[in-house]
């Protein structure tokens, strides 16, 4: 396919807006146009059968940490975009909390140290720094795709709370820039650590005490309060629960443009597991399904739109640094880039959800909220980022199969209904099998509001500037 001009005949395409029996033509890396079945080859383009196949978008995958440059022992970007392309992942958003970007200069390091080093296309996050606010207009020209804050001190980044909140909240209303709030009330889980150790308790049961719904829920209530002051657009990072979806929902209802996102570890993992296998499901905020009912309810709020979109938070550790070392100690986070796409095809080959609607979540509205321009969809003129499934097949997950330095998966021994077969790259093959090409072709995608882009619509190329947040209905253009 190096002449850059073919045509996928016979798939099914899929994605948020339904799905239709066309054949699809690509060429120089974008998509051309959707043909009936029964149109003629367009001339001059290489056939590409995919007979008995779905075609959808690539996915979108905002919330990622591959630790580069950070901790290789952990995960580096080789790896975890590999990872990414075998599951049917073409585009990863990505920050690393222990060498955060929190200034231009930490940005244009980043950057060069990644040259070459991704399989899949990639955009970068800046952390909010609560003394270093005044940062973010010149990281936003500079090309992050969105901003990052906690609300209590986690990973070593500090809590960013009360008036210097509001601040950053006016911040990035000011730049129309998106900022993702991990949303947990650091007095609250300060407290409840301070119990938790006064009473020598050093089991997998202290996550979900330490990081209670209450912390999640006052955190979220203010950070939602803030963002209907400001107007800002806000995204609470992984919502664990259906409550606090409904409660985000209502904050939308209201004019507020605060979005909530979701990971399957909310809509396939169980509060119990943490306190059967300790660090191996410890993350935060923490799986709170203690009930079929719980687990129907967070489904129920997926396929209702009340999850804007999904992520991974892809956050690995390996299995050795999971299991040597105190629960308080042992890093927050699961590896899950590589199953995530794997999960939502089995989910909605087994009707919990559709396909359509896994296009919209973890494709399309990431792409848009972010103001990935091209990305997410399969139209005319997008890039033709491609994910060949066989609804047919199947997936016993396996731990010596994970492409994360990890190399365990809290999905071990599951059987996933579909195979993801092969991965497409601005219509280059980067992955078949889930064998990834040696040749890493992923490029660096700068933000809404980088220089490089506004150069571009001066130029008077194609407008790429998406508009990213609106108000009321929660829906994106
Ligand atoms: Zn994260």
């Avoid at 889980?189 to 209450?214: F, K, Q």
């Avoid at 021994?413 to 889930?434: C, K, N, P, S």
């Amino acid at each position: 396919m190096s002449d850059g001009h073919h045509i996928f005949r016979g798939a099914t395409i899929v994605a948020a807006d339904g799905r239709a029996d066309l054949d699809l033509e690509v060429r120089d890396g974008k998509v051309v146009a959707r043909h009936p079945r029964t149109a003629p080859a367009p001339t001059g383009a290489r056939e590409v059968d995919v007979r008995g196949h779905l075609l959808m978008p690539g996915m979108v995958d905002t919330h990622v940490h591959f630790m580069e440059p950070g901790d290789p022992t952990r995960e580096d970007f080789p790896s975890g975009s590999a990872a990414a392309a075998c599951a049917g992942v073409t585009t990863v958003v990505e920050h690393t909390h222990g060498r955060p970007v929190t200034d231009v200069e930490s940005l244009v390091e980043k950057r060069a140290a990644l040259a070459g080093r991704s399989h899949v296309d990639y955009g970068l996050v800046a952390h909010v720094w609560p003394d270093r606010l005044g940062d973010l207009p010149a990281l936003w020209g500079e090309g992050v795709v969105y901003f990052k804050a906690f609300t209590c001190a986690t990973h070593g980044v500090p809590a960013i709370k009360g008036e210097k909140l509001a601040e950053l909240a006016r911040t990035v209303a000011e730049l129309e820039a998106p900022c993702l709030v991990h949303s947990e009330d650091d007095a609250i889980t300060a407290a409840n650590e301070r119990a938790l150790r006064a009473a020598g308790r050093h089991d997998g049961g202290i996550v979900p005490v330490w990081r209670s719904v209450e912390a999640e829920r006052v955190s979220t209530s203010e950070v939602a309060g803030v963002a209907r002051e400001t107007g800002a657009p806000l995204i609470v990072a992984h919502v664990s629960n259906a409550a606090l979806l409904e409660l985000l929902a209502r904050e939308r209802g209201a004019g507020s443009r605060i979005l909530a996102e979701c990971c399957p570890q909310y809509l396939n993992l169980w509060e119990r597991e943490v306190v059967e296998l300790g660090a191996f499901r410890k993350f935060t905020p923490p799986a709170r399904i203690r009930s079929a009912a719980d687990e129907q309810r967070m489904w129920d709020a997926f396929n209702e739109g009340l999850v804007h979109h999904l992520s991974s938070d892809h956050a690995p550790s390996t299995a050795a640094q999971k299991r040597d070392g105190d629960i308080w100690d042992v890093h927050f986070g699961l590896p899950g880039i590589d199953t995530t796409m794997p999960l939502m095809l089995d989910a909605a080959l087994r009707g919990r959800t559709t396909l359509e609607r896994v296009a919209e979540a973890y494709a399309l509205r990431p792409a848009q909220v972010y103001g990935l321009a091209g990305k997410g969809s399969l139209n005319p003129g997008d890039d033709a980022d491609l994910v060949l499934i066989d609804p047919d097949g199947g997936w016993e997950v396996r731990d010596e199969d994970i492409h994360s330095l990890a190399r365990w998966s809290p999905y071990s021994g599951r059987t996933l209904r579909g195979r993801v077969v092969a991965t497409y790259l601005r219509g280059e093959e980067i992955a078949r099998d889930r064998i990834v090409r040696g040749d890493r072709r992923g490029e660096w995608l700068p933000g809404a509001g980088s220089r490089e882009r506004a150069a571009e619509v001066s130029d008077g190329r194609p407008a790429r500037l998406a508009k990213s947040i609106r108000g009321s209905d929660g829906n994106v253009d």
